[in-house]
């Protein structure tokens, strides 16, 4: 499975932003999907998750009301959909997808996208 993030931009607080991570192959048989992200000179961080099983969405603290994480499972897509961006919000975004289980559990890696919030 290959990930490919698309959507980072450059915005204004208050603006919004949708990204988009495609999957090359079938992912329908996920463990978890993910979004994080990774501020300059910090850690990668959790921001949201779909966690198989389970019916609602994980989110980061800080980003509860604000973000949104769908997935189309037809299209192999993963969005996270953000609202009332702030600037420190500024990061790459990167998704992740984790498949199978014990020893054959796989984790997938997007590339990045920055999104970076500016007046």
């Known amino acids: 499975v290959q990930l490919v993030e698309s959507g980072g931009d450059l915005v204004q607080p208050g603006d919004s932003l949708r990204l988009s991570c495609q999957a090359s192959?079938?992912?329908?048989?996920?463990?978890?999907i993910s979004w994080y992200r990774q501020a300059p000179g910090s850690q990668r961080d959790f921001v949201a998750s779909?966690?198989?099983?389970?019916?609602?969405?994980i989110y980061q603290d800080t980003v509860k009301g604000r973000f949104t994480i769908s997935l189309d499972n037809a299209k192999s897509t993963i969005f996270l959909q953000m609202n009332s961006l702030k600037p420190e919000d500024t990061a790459v975004y990167y998704c992740k997808v984790v498949i199978g289980l014990g020893a054959l559990q796989r984790t997938y890696w997007g590339q990045g996208t920055q999104v970076t919030v500016s007046s």
């Open positions: 779909i966690i198989s099983g389970v019916d609602s969405p």
């Open positions: 192959g079938n992912i329908g048989r996920f463990n978890t």
